[in-house]
């Protein structure tokens, strides 16, 4: 058993940008580091798995949670609850790192209690391609599409909060670059 705490790296960005394909090219790469899996009380998208991306719950499980004081920070983003429970903290254990993708507010929050956290923010190359990326996700329709996008901006105002801003243009590039946040 390690002392040591793990390296807590919150990963935020406008939805579309990359930061679960980069959040997962890490986790690949770096031995001993565990994803944060935050409740939500939004649908599970096709492929998604309860207690894998998420733990999928009702907005009055989430709510009493919430007064229950079980949450390290949560947040209504794209109208639905999202948040991370302070179970994710304990169960990471001696883990080398553990990684949360949460929003501006979470990072804020999170920053806020644990002010050794490192926060990255990941930036796409430019609206047009952050709109095709969006786009081109499956699961997104036209309504849900517009939600995100309209939020992009609000979201992207928010970079100043952040530790480290990392545009995803080229993949093995962005993904080579965050590893080296991680590593140093
Ligand atoms: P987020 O988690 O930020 O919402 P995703 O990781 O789901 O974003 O990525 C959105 C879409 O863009 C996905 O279809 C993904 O495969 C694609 N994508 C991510 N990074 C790149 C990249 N560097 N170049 C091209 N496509 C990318
Ligand atoms: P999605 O529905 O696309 O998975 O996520 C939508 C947004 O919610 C993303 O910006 C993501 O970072 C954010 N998010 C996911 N989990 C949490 C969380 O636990 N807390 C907060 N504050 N935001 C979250």
Known sequence: MSNEQPLLLIISSPSGAGKTTLTQRLLERIDNTRFSVSHTTRKPRDGEQDGREYHFVGKETFEHLAKQGEFLEWAHVHGNLYGTSRMEIERAGDARGLIFDVDHQGARQIKAKVP???????????????????????????????????????????????????????????TENLTSIFRA
Do not use: C, K, W
Not at 134 to 148: I, K, Y
């Open 116 to 174: 050794d956290a490192v926060a990255i923010f990941i930036l796409p190359p430019s609206m047009t391609i952050l709109e095709q990326r969006l786009r081109g996700r499956a699961s997104e329709n036209e309504a849900t599409f517009r939600v995100r996008f309209d939020a992009a901006r609000n979201e992207i105002a928010h970079y100043g909060l952040f530790d480290y801003v990392l545009v995803n243009d080229e993949l093995d590039e962005a």
